[in-house]
């Protein structure tokens, strides 16, 4: 049964600077790995999408960053912001059932001005 | 506007009522699904759909009935609402089920008394 893991649970940083959040799962067949942004009250909202063959997806200042044979991915934020606070969750698609989703509980950041 | 948008966004029901929630997209995304939000539980999947008139189960159908009769739409009812049906419901649609990127409605608040 595929796992997905999401250290640290919170995190909160001063604005600007650069921080890594983290996502591991426990099998590494997988499709695919994308990271989400959820502010609160709201759905979620696709930040990057990382097939199993791609290393890395950029979009402006976040990187993804996907290993799957350690069964690992981080989400890069450069030069953070305030309006960067929200809760990121990564999700798995797994190579043995086509259509689940596994998602981690999600990592709460809040910038500091 | 293109996008997913979900219906009614806030719901109060009372225990064994029937609740639709409402789901359409405006992308022509084969595949929709339904996902619940609980806190200490996550995102889990209810149900899915392929195409107009195909649909299957996920991790938490029990309860909930879905139908999909054009592509577009994809409405999932509450027969009988319990309280344990109390939580946040998602949409969210992709072009491709095993590649695609996962897109996502804002959601619907439903509070079962």
């Known amino acids: 049964k595929q796992e997905v893991t999401q250290i640290p649970a919170a995190l909160s940083v001063p604005e600007g600077e650069n921080l890594v959040l983290n996502c591991s799962f426990t099998?590494?067949?997988?499709?695919?790995l994308q990271w989400f942004r959820q502010d609160p009250g709201k759905g979620l909202t696709s930040l990057l999408l990382?097939?199993?063959?791609?290393r890395e997806q950029t979009s402006g200042r976040l990187n993804a960053s996907l290993d799957k044979s350690s069964g690992r991915s981080t989400l890069y934020i450069a030069a953070s912001q305030p309006g960067d606070s929200a809760t990121y969750l990564c999700a798995v698609k797994a190579g043995g059932s086509n259509y689940k989703l596994t998602f981690g509980k999600g990592t709460l950041l809040t910038v500091n001005p | 506007d293109a996008g997913i948008t979900q219906s009614p966004r806030y719901k109060i029901t009372e225990t064994g009522r029937q609740v639709t929630l409402m789901c359409h997209q405006t992308?022509?995304?084969?595949?929709m699904f339904w996902y619940r939000q609980d806190l200490g539980h996550g995102l889990r999947l209810i149900y899915y759909s392929a195409a107009a008139d195909i649909t299957d189960k996920g991790e938490v159908p029990d309860g909930y009935v879905v139908s999909r009769s054009k592509t577009e739409n994809f409405p999932l009812t509450l027969e009988s609402a319990t309280r344990s049906q109390t939580s946040v419901y998602f949409c969210?649609?992709?072009?491709?089920?095993?590649?695609?990127?996962?897109?996502f409605g804002e959601g619907s608040r439903l509070t079962v008394l």
């Open positions: 099998d590494s067949a997988i499709y695919n």
């Open positions: 969210a649609s992709s072009e491709g089920l095993v590649t695609g990127e996962l897109f």
């Open positions: 992308w022509s995304h084969s595949y």
């Open positions: 990382i097939q199993s063959s791609q």
